[in-house]
């Protein structure tokens, strides 16, 4: 049973930084991708970041500039390291894995974390 846990929400006030970690149990196969989305209330669910093969690294022009990606695809890890938070960044923000199903690697599902709340107060 693949599983994502995450770690280091928390509340904080704008201009801090938090650090996000996630880890992938219960597969033997190694991530194509992971990466980070958030979901503010009332909002849909949008991208953060996301590292793939090759270390190629895409960021939401909301966080670019502040928020850094990182991971380590051996280990099936990624961290979020976020930084000069904003009160808009408040949300819950959940970690993603993209995992082949079999060795071919042909085929491949997402995988998603519980969700973890970061809260930015003014």
């Known amino acids: 049973q693949v599983q994502l846990t995450e770690s280091g929400g928390g509340l904080v006030q704008a201009g801090w930084p938090l650090r996000l970690s996630c880890a992938v149990s219960g597969s033997i196969f190694s991530a194509n991708a992971m990466g980070w989305y958030r979901q503010a209330l009332g909002r849909a669910r949008e991208l953060v970041a996301i590292?793939?093969?090759?270390?190629?690294?895409k960021y939401s022009d909301a966080v670019k500039g502040r928020f850094t990606i990182s991971g380590d695809n051996a280990k099936n890890t990624v961290v979020l390291q976020m930084n000069r938070l904003k009160p808009e960044d408040t949300a819950v923000y959940v970690c993603?894995?993209?995992?082949?199903?079999?060795?071919?690697?042909?085929?491949?599902?997402?995988?998603w974390s519980q969700g973890t709340q970061v809260t930015v107060s003014s």
């Open positions: 993603n894995a993209e995992i082949p199903t079999d060795a071919s690697r042909a085929v491949w599902y997402d995988y």
């Open positions: 590292i793939s093969g090759g270390n190629s690294i």
